[in-house]
């Protein structure tokens, strides 16, 4: 039988991560997080001093990182170089480190060969910038994800409070870096930030967790029948 792949795209904030692991544990898909991968990467090139901003020295750096994915108990694990760095991805310093490595094309490339090898082998359902546009392309669903940005400023900072790893950040100043990131995300002139011509726009600014997923999960009986 083919296997089913579901790509989901969208700026940050926008609950895309949650809405996917949920899906994929009711549909007993693999879930792939490949925002979580570049943030491995990013873990690295802090960890090492190597400064984001250049860019011959983050490309310099990407043979001496091995990235793996294991799961146990059906939640994902970074594993940086033999270390779980799971715990240490989430900080704003990693996100934005992560924003920034994430367009130089040669970091693209080192993980993409990995994603797209994933999804051949099983049933997933895939994250990110450019899922449905570059990493999978012939996905039987595309979903692009968004929401206002002050809705997903509150839902970060409510996640970053949640988890204990609010520092210094403030509600204007989380804000203030998503529409940065957004710009950054959408204008990088590799794989950039756009929704695929067949993808379906889901706006849940308004809408609960529950009713996105119900209304993915009769997307896709429309497309597969299953």
Same mark, same amino acid.
């Given at each position: ?13 926008? +609950? ?47 043979? #001496? ?101 609010? +520092?210094?950040?403030?509600?204007? #100043? ?50 597969? +029948?299953?």
């Amino acid at each position: 039988m083919e296997h089913i792949n579901i790509a989901i795209d969208g700026p940050s904030g926008v +609950g895309k991560s949650t809405m996917a692991k949920s899906l994929a544990k009711r549909l007993g898909y693999t879930y792939i997080d490949t925002g979580a991968m570049f943030r491995t990467l990013a873990v690295y090139f802090i960890q090492n001093g190597i400064d984001k901003d250049d860019e011959a020295a983050v490309v310099a750096a990407l043979p #001496s990182c091995s990235v793996e994915i294991r799961y146990e108990d059906g939640q994902q694990h970074m594993i940086l170089n033999g270390e779980d760095v799971t715990g240490l991805i989430r900080t704003e310093e990693v996100s934005e480190a992560a924003s920034v490595t994430s367009q130089y094309v040669e970091v693209r490339k080192k993980l993409l060969d990995m994603q797209r090898e994933m999804a051949k082998k099983q049933d997933v359902i895939m994250d990110g910038r450019d899922i449905g546009t570059v990493v999978l392309p012939d996905a039987k669903l595309k979903l692009f994800v968004t929401a206002r940005p002050e809705v997903r400023a509150e839902r970060r900072y409510k996640q970053l409070l949640e988890s204990g790893k609010l +520092g210094s950040e403030t509600l204007e #100043s989380i804000t203030k870096e998503m529409r940065e990131r957004d710009h950054r995300d959408s204008h990088r002139e590799h794989a950039p930030l756009i929704q695929a011509e067949d993808a379906v726009l889901l706006d849940n600014s308004d809408m609960t967790e529950a009713e996105a997923e119900d209304y993915v999960l009769s997307l896709l009986k429309e497309r597969t +029948g299953r």
